[in-house]
């Protein structure tokens, strides 16, 4: 089915912004929910967005609620994440993920938890200093 490939992490100083990628290959990802979800040393992963595969309705864990947004490029099976006025406590490993089906189970709350997702990147870092 999918693979993902994530990319645009980097290191950036507190209050920046980095816009993730999220692009994959094996079927058109435009149907399905994508998930991204991040990991920090120390912390479990954490669901931070995802937008589902219906009519675009995105959900957010609270932490990022007005700092960071879900995108599709459709026809290009891409989908980013733009993040803005980072903190460190934003630092950690960035992964997407998307279901084996296109139904409409997935991303349906702002509970965003990784056991709805089956194909996953092998992710980026982001690092965001003091």
């Known amino acids: 089915h999918f693979k993902l490939v994530e990319s645009g992490g980097g290191s950036v100083q507190s209050g920046g912004s980095l816009r993730l990628s999220c692009v994959a290959s094996?079927?058109?990802?435009?149907?399905?929910?994508v998930g991204w979800f991040r990991q920090a040393p120390g912390k479990e992963r954490e669901g931070v967005l995802c937008i589902n595969g219906r009519d675009g309705t995105t959900f957010a864990a609270d932490s990022v609620k007005g700092r960071f947004a879900i995108f599709r490029e459709k026809g290009k099976n891409t989908v980013y994440l733009q993040m803005i006025n980072l903190t460190p406590e934003d630092t950690g490993n960035y992964s997407c993920?998307?279901?084996?089906?296109?139904?409409?189970?997935?991303?349906?709350?702002?509970?965003?938890?990784?056991?709805?997702?089956?194909?996953w990147g092998q992710g980026t870092q982001v690092t965001v200093s003091s």
């Open positions: 094996g079927q058109n990802l435009d149907a399905f929910a």
């Open positions: 993920a998307a279901p084996v089906s296109p139904v409409f189970t997935t991303c349906v709350s702002d509970d965003i938890v990784a056991g709805e997702y089956d194909f």
